[in-house]
Structures are given as C-alpha cells and as structure tokens.
C-alpha cells in the first residue's frame, strides 16, 4: 500500500531509472501500483469536486473520476499497441500499459495536489459554472503536463535511430493523444454529472446526455439558428460513402507522412535484424 | 498472432522470406486464418448496436467482403504479375495480399475497443456509420501501405520499369476498391438501422455507382431521363478520388 503511495513521487524524483527498468521489463509491480494510486488519488479529486453540490454527488464523482480514466485507457490501449507496433516500436504490450499508465499516474497526483484549492472554492463559493471551468482546467493542465511524462516515457524507452525517433514519436503522441481525447470525451459525456448542478436534485446520470459529438453538432446548429439535421434514410448512407471516400486521401496522407517519416530506414545489411545486434553490443560491455 | 507481428516488426525480413518460398504457405495460412477472426471481431462489435443477431451477421459478412473481394481480384493480379515477369507462385502472391489484409484487420481489431466504448454508451446510428467508415478507412490505408511495400519487396513486377511497376499496382488497388465497395453495398447493412428489424440483406441495394448518382441527383433536386448515360459519366466521375487514392499511395510508398 505504501508502495502505492510513493510510487509517483519515487518516480518524479528519477525519472529515467523507472523508465529504464520498463525498458528491461521489471514493470509488473510498477503497473499494479500505478493503477492503485491513479484510483485513489482521482477518487480524492472527484469527491471534492461533487462536494459542492451534496455529499451522495461527491461519492458518485469519487466513484466515477477513476472509472473515466481507467476505462478510457482500457478501452484505447488495444488500439494505441498496434498502432505502435505499425509505426516500429519495439516495446511490449505490458511495457507500452505501463508507460500509459505512468501518464496517468502523474495526472492523478497532480489533480490530488490541486485538490486543496479546489475545496477552498468549494467552501467558500457557489457558483456552478465556475465550478466547471476550474474543474475543467485543472484536469486540462494535470492532463497536459501527464502527456509530457509520457512523451518523455517514450523517448527514454525507445530510442529508435537519431533520424527517426523524433518524428516517430510525436506521431505515437499524436495517436494516443486524439484516441484517448475521442473516446474520454464521450465517457466523460456519459458519465455525467461529475459536478452536480444546484438548481437539480442528485442524478447519477443523466440519460438525455447520448452521444458528445453529434451533441455538439446539435448544440452548434441551435446556437447558429439552423434546423437540426434530419437524416434521411435514403441519402444518408450514400453520403456516409462518400464521405468516406474522400476520407480516405486525407487519412492516407497524414498516415502515411507519419509511416514515412517514423519508420527507420531498412538496413543495407540483411541478414541481422537490429535487436540481437543491440543486445550482443550491451552483453559485450 | 506471430506472423503478424513478425510482419510488422520488420516487414523486409518477412517478405524476404515470402519472396524465397520458406515460409509462403504456413504465413499465408495463418495471416487468413488471423484476418477473418479479428475482422469477424470488428464486424460483432459494429453489429452490436442493433442487435446481437446483426452482431452474428456482421461478424460474417466483413470477413467475407475484405477476404472475398481479395480472392476475387488475386487472379488479375496473378496475371499482371506473371506478364510482368515474375518468378513467384499464386500462394506467394496470395501471401502478400493477405500481409496487407492481415495488417488491415489487426488495426481494425484494436479500434473495435473504441467502437465498443461508442456503441455501449450511444444510440446515434450515422455517427455509428461515420465511425466505421473512418476505421476501415484508416486501417485501409495502413494496409495497403504493408501490400505496396511488399510488393515492392518481393519484386512481383520484377521485368517493369518503376513507372510501369507503379501503374500497375495502383491499378490493381483501384481494381480492388471497386470490387470491394460493389460487395460492401450488396452485403449491407454492416451497422443495423435501429428504426428497422434485423435482416441479412438489402434487397432495394443493386449497384453502389449508379446509386450515388442516384442520390446526389435526389439530393440535389434533378431528373435524369430513363435510361440516359448521364448516371454512368457521374459515376466515372465519382472514380477519380480512388484513383488519386491509389496512386497517392504508390508515390508515398515509393518516396522512401
């Protein structure tokens, strides 16, 4: 449990010797520590935040902060590991969850760390909206700075070749960062209220709250005045080919840039792939 | 699962070993066996917004579109190849195709967690379409980037200069596209309208071209004669984004 607790700042303190024992594959503890802090230290911040509301909001928050996190990453890390694979990455799937969840980890602390202010405002205020924006902006700084570690989590994991690690791993952040963003924003949608609104009794979920983009499509058409779209049945699914027609180049071009630019270039040398190559030089040492 | 991985771990080795025949028929065999189970994987998840009867035919019609309109396009490609000089056999060619579908259908398994999260918490039917329309597509892209270096690798047009090479293979991707996207209109619906029952077929779906020009001339208010060629010209028309599809692709690919 007190691993639990200190793991964070043990890791903030050195970075690069965590990171390199993921690299050497020690990451089994490291990983089942992460989650439990991430869990406790989110579940801290969530009751605060439902606490301006009524104590049954504050547990439901408790409840649902970590819930919004972990089950975001579990439900993009699949995809973010072929991805990596696709673009050359030599880490395992273990490593990769490991390296994700080390993000997360500082995130969470540092949510736990501005949870104090927030509970100041909390007691001392009562304005909904305020609540919101603060609420949104610390997660957004917390998340931001959470991206960098894992940005520099990459880097000291995965060296890759001088020419190709830099572009290769703004690529790998750019991936997971729009897969978390896409599939977070839609949990945190649904999972709503995490700050309950004072003019409404306490609602676990709202079950209006349905899908955030096309919400926010709807929302944007009211505020601009225009009909909310009716989508008919005939035209809509030639459209949505079409659509995805010319998709298609534009996805290409930006994935293939990526493919292009991150791969390492193959060796002159067939014969002897890199890897026993690199672990012969480090045994010889 | 290995042989994908291999694949994407260090494709040169892999096709090197495709192109000496060691390991053509076992990769083949798994790549096909692998591919049709993630991407009946990714059609239950699509198919799962509807219902779990769309989930089970989804599950069979997406292998059966990606893997089918492959084997239906492998014998021109067969034949270009073999006119082209080269010295590969049909279950080494059909080998690199499957690298490309097999990528395809890796990627498009490790989004179905994504379409899950979509799917378990919404109800709206076109952005459930819009999704898997950008998944396929991007996923698509991908694997069609694993095919053209393999082809390249394996030097299936090995007497063709670069110019002629890459003509070639972006025809036959065209050729592909215009198979499979014929198949995928026929075999809809992939992702259930929730206002109709379950079906396995659309039986108002005839020919996907001339249903576009259908559409847009209903979406934009005219009347085309009965029988006029004016469809088949819009249609022709609609190729172009494909083919600057492809043959974007094969500059990408070959700028390495």
């Known amino acids: ?285 | 699962m290995n042989g994908v991985i291999h694949l994407l771990r260090d494709p040169d080795a892999f096709f090197e070993c495709v192109r000496r025949a060691r390991c053509a028929r076992a990769q083949g065999g798994w790549l096909a066996i692998l591919s049709a189970v993630c991407l009946a994987v990714f059609g239950c998840v699509m198919g799962l917004a509807h219902s779990p009867e769309q989930a089970l035919s989804s599950a069979v019609k997406m292998p059966v579109l990606v893997i089918g309109a492959g084997v239906l396009c492998l014998p021109a490609l067969y034949l270009f190849a073999l006119v082209l000089g080269t010295r590969l056999g049909m279950v080494q060619v059909a080998t690199v195709v499957l690298s490309g579908v097999g990528v395809m259908a890796l990627l498009l398994l490790g989004l179905s967690p994504v379409i899950l999260t979509f799917v378990l918490t919404s109800h709206s039917y076109p952005f459930f379409q819009l999704l898997a329309v950008g998944c396929v597509a991007v996923s698509g892209c991908i694997g069609l980037y694993y095919l053209w270096r393999g082809m390249e690798r394996v030097r299936l047009f090995e007497r063709a200069s670069a110019g002629l090479r890459r003509g070639v293979m972006g025809a036959w991707f065209t050729l592909y596209a215009f198979v499979g996207s014929q198949i995928a209109w026929r075999l809809s619906p992939f992702v259930g309208d929730p206002a109709q029952p379950f079906f396995w077929l659309q039986p108002s779906r005839d020919n996907l071209y001339v249903d576009i020009v259908r559409a847009l001339e209903s979406a934009l208010g005219l009347q085309s004669p009965v029988g006029s060629m004016q469809p088949m010209w819009i249609g022709g028309l609609c190729l172009i984004p494909l083919i600057l599809l492809v043959l974007g692709s094969g500059l990408v690919a070959s700028a390495e």
Not at chain 1, 46 to 65: E, I, N, R, T
Not at chain 1, 116 to 127: A, D, E, G
Not at chain 1, 143 to 151: H, S
Not at chain 1, 163 to 172: C, D, E, N, Q
């Open chain 1, 1 to 285: 449990m007190s691993n639990s607790l200190t793991i964070i700042p043990r890791f903030l303190r050195n970075p690069a010797a965590f990171f390199e024992s993921i690299q050497c594959g020690e990451n089994q503890v490291a990983s089942r520590s992460l989650a439990v802090s991430s869990v406790l230290f989110l579940a801290a911040f969530g009751f605060v935040l439902g606490l301006s509301h009524s104590l049954w909001q504050a547990l439901s928050s408790a409840v649902k902060m970590p819930m919004l996190f972990l089950a975001t990453i579990v439900f993009c890390l699949p995809a973010f590991y072929f991805f990596s694979l696709v673009l050359g990455t030599p880490l395992k799937m273990a490593q990769v969850a490991t390296i994700v969840l080390t993000g997360i980890g500082v995130t969470a602390f540092l949510l736990l760390g501005l949870a104090p202010v927030m509970l100041f405002f909390v007691l001392t205020s009562k304005s909904y909206a305020f609540f919101q924006l603060l609420a949104v902006a610390f997660v957004a700084i917390s998340g931001c700075i959470g991206t960098y570690f894992l940005w520099r989590g990459m880097a000291l994991t995965d060296p890759g070749t001088e020419r190709s690690s830099g572009s290769l791993r703004r690529v790998l952040l750019c991936t997971w960062f729009t897969l978390y963003a896409f599939v977070g924003s839609q949990m945190a949608w649904r999972l709503s209220p995490l700050v309950g609104d004072p003019a409404l009794p306490f609602v676990l979920m709202r079950p209006s709250r349905d899908n955030f983009y096309v919400d926010v499509i709807h929302a944007v058409e009211r505020a601009m005045g225009v009909q909310p779209s009716t989508w008919n049945t005939e035209v809509l699914p030639v459209l949505v080919v079409i659509s995805g027609m010319c998709l298609v180049p534009v996805l290409l071009l930006v994935f293939g840039a990526g493919i292009i630019a991150g791969r390492p270039k193959p060796s002159a040398i067939p014969s002897a792939p890199p890897a026993p190559v690199a672990s012969a030089s480090g045994a010889a040492q």
